[in-house]
Every structure is written in C-alpha cells, then in structure tokens.
C-alpha cells in the first residue's frame, strides 16, 4: 500500500526567504507525482506534476523534483512571498493501474511573514 | 472559465439523517473524482467515474455511501442515516480524459458536512 509522507508538518518563514518542502512515499513504481496547494476553506489548486520519466518541473517560482528511485520529490520555492502561505499537499497514484488513484500526504502548512 | 463547482458549501445535518452533495466538473472533463478530507486525516478516495465505464467504488467507506452521474456530467454523491465519524470536507474533483502521466485533477472548493 502506497503511503506519503511529508516533512514539515509546518513551516513559518520570513518574506523573501527561499524555502523546500519535502515529500516521500513508500512505492516507487508511480507514474507521476503532483504537489497542490490548498488555501483556508478552499479546494485544492494543482501546482506542478511531474511524469515519471521527468526529474523536475518549473512553474514561475516554484520548481519541484522527483527521486523515483530514492522515493523523494522536492517543492523548491524562490523568494517567498505572503501570498504563497498555504498547506502544500504531494500525491501519487499507486504502482500499476488505477493511476487515478491519488494517495495524499498530510500536507506542509507554510505561512510566510511580512 | 468555469472551474468545479459543489453545492451546499456547507451542510449540517442530525445523525442519522441523510445528505446529498452535489458536483458540477468541468464542462468536456469525463473523469470525476470524489475524496473526503477529514480533521487530522489525509485526502482519501472514495469514488472514480471515467465516461460510459463503471465507477470504481473501491474507497467508499461503507454501503452508506453511494455516487452517481448523470449524463456523464453532474454527480451527487448519497450519504444515508449520517454518523458523527462522517463530518469532514468532502472534494470533488474532474480531469479532461484518462492518460497515463497526464492525470492533473481540478478541484472544487469542496462541501463542508457536520454530522451533529
């Protein structure tokens, strides 16, 4: 059974500060893996996903990347602003079919300070 | 463009009573996803419709729990004689077609159930 997990629970930074965020799972054998953010009393916004056969993915200030063989991705972001305070979620479907799936972390609650 | 919607936003209701949550995916989206988030839990699956196929199932967590679709549009997924262990926020989400390594779901701003 697929489990992820993601480190920190939470973070508290100042503005500007460049920041990572940290996700694992047990199951290697994905064919992708996504990270979201979800706001207060909100959905869930797809930030970056990144096939299997990818290393990384860019989108503005955020980049992630993604270790199958170690069982790791990474959430880069540059130059934190306010705005990007949120809980930062990564899910993978499990190893074979059924690749909709999705097993989640519990999140990383980012808060950024002015 | 319109992204997912659902409907109530919120709902609380008296155990033992049943709801129906309501979700509208993506206008051309066929696959629609439904996933419950609880207080302290992740995000889990809980039901999967692709097209004209038969939904998987799997991740109801009991026979209480039922979905349909209609038209291969909306969905409602059926809660009946509601407990207190069945509050949380309850997601829907629509992605465009199935494809291997293409499986970006959108998500709607999910129906908060209280079960008193």
């Known amino acids: 059974k697929q489990e992820v997990t993601q480190i920190p629970a939470a973070l508290s930074v100042p503005e500007g500060e460049n920041l990572v965020l940290n996700c694992s799972f047990t199951?290697?054998?994905?064919?992708?893996l996504q990270w979201f953010r979800q706001d207060p009393g909100k959905g869930l916004t797809s930030l970056l996903l990144?096939?299997?056969?990818?290393r990384e993915q860019t989108s503005g200030r955020l980049n992630a990347s993604l270790d199958k063989s170690s069982g790791r991705s990474t959430l880069y972001i540059a130059a934190s602003q306010p705005g990007d305070s949120a809980t930062y979620l990564c899910a993978v479907p499990p190893s074979g079919g059924s690749n909709y799936k999705l097993t989640f972390g519990k999140g990383t609650l980012l808060t950024v300070n002015p | 463009g319109a992204g997912v919607s659902q409907s109530p936003s919120n709902k609380v209701t008296e155990k033992g009573k049943d709801v129906e949550l309501r979700c509208d995916p993506i206008?051309?989206?066929?696959?629609l996803y439904w996933y419950r988030q609880s207080l302290g839990q992740g995000l889990e699956f809980l039901i999967y419709?692709?097209?004209?196929?038969?939904?998987?199932k799997s991740g109801l967590p009991s026979d209480r729990f039922s979905a349909e679709r209609t038209g291969g549009s909306v969905s409602t997924l059926t809660i009946q004689r509601t407990q207190q262990e069945d509050s949380a926020v309850y997601l829907c989400?629509?992605?465009?077609?199935?494809?291997?390594?293409?499986?970006?779901?959108?998500f709607g701003p999910g129906t908060r159930l209280l079960v008193l």
């Open positions: 199951d290697s054998a994905i064919y992708n």
């Open positions: 419709f692709q097209g004209n196929s038969a939904p998987d």
């Open positions: 206008s051309g989206h066929t696959a």
């Open positions: 989400a629509s992605s465009p077609r199935r494809v291997a390594g293409e499986e970006t779901q959108y």
């Open positions: 990144i096939q299997s056969s990818q």
